[in-house]
């Protein structure tokens, strides 16, 4: 079973540079491809798909003169940005859900990026593509294999990186769908009355004669042995 884990980390100046550096990179593939989305409709009439009709760019972009610098960030976080949106517009496009349409996303907003290769857990520290290991705060033992690292900064300026880890466990079952419904109408006569008709007690005159028995009980203790008094009493109890 998958579970996730988000921790604190806290990177040097020089991985803070390089990290804010990977989310423009990151924000630059989802927008480029949000564009050339939109332009291509727009003037075509053609309805790219960011899966497999954008993603593919990437490796062209690395290769020209004026996208080369590309390369110096981690690819799968690259293509994991034209792929959420590819989720985006199936979202949009999904009538159960009320997402909006996909916009450009700002520098000034929540970054992340996702990670899947080459990534490691250390001891106080996580391990991630082109860069040396960042100090974090495992507030926890992480177990398990290690799937993905999501790295994100917050609009506060904290960064925190979220590890998915599979424990080997399967997940619990669902449980089981209700086929039968009973239901309870509050009664004065009767406690409840099932929608079957079953009639529950009223447990009121039950409580009424135990306190009535426990007082008859408490008026014979304090009556004199033998007494005539005491006998008539003892009837009532009994």
């Not at 423009?24 to 480029?32: L, S, T």
């Not at 075509?44 to 003169?65: I, Q, T, Y």
């Not at 004065?188 to 009980?217: C, E, M, V, W």
Request: hydrophobic share 35%.
């Amino acid at each position: 079973m998958l579970r996730a884990t988000k921790v604190r980390i806290y990177p040097t100046p020089e991985q803070t540079e390089y990290l804010n550096a990977q989310f423009g990179a990151v924000r630059f593939a989802y927008n480029k491809a949000l564009h050339i989305k939109k332009h291509v409709y727009q003037r075509h009439g053609v309805n790219l798909n960011p899966r497999k009709d954008l993603k593919p760019l990437l490796a062209v972009a690395k290769k020209s003169h004026r996208y080369g610098w590309l390369k110096e960030y981690d690819s799968i976080a690259l293509q994991q940005a034209v792929i959420n949106l590819d989720v985006a517009f199936s979202n949009f496009f999904n009538p159960k859900l009320k997402a909006r349409f996909p916009t450009f996303k700002s520098k000034h907003g929540k970054q992340s990026s996702y990670h899947c290769v080459g990534i490691k857990v250390i001891d106080g520290a996580i391990k991630i593509p082109k860069i040396a290991p960042i100090e974090a705060r495992l507030h926890r033992e992480i177990t398990g294999t290690l799937k993905s690292i999501t790295l994100s900064r917050s609009t506060t300026g904290k960064y925190y990186a979220s590890l998915l880890c599979d424990d080997g466990m399967e997940a619990p079952e669902k449980p089981a769908l209700i086929s039968n419904v009973t239901g309870l109408d509050m009664g004065l006569t009767h406690f409840a009355i099932k929608s079957d008709g079953y009639k529950i007690a009223n447990p009121r005159p039950l409580i009424n004669a135990s306190h009535n028995l426990r007082r008859k009980q408490k008026a014979l203790s304090r009556k004199k042995k033998e007494s005539t008094n005491r006998r008539k009493d003892q009837s009532g109890v009994d």
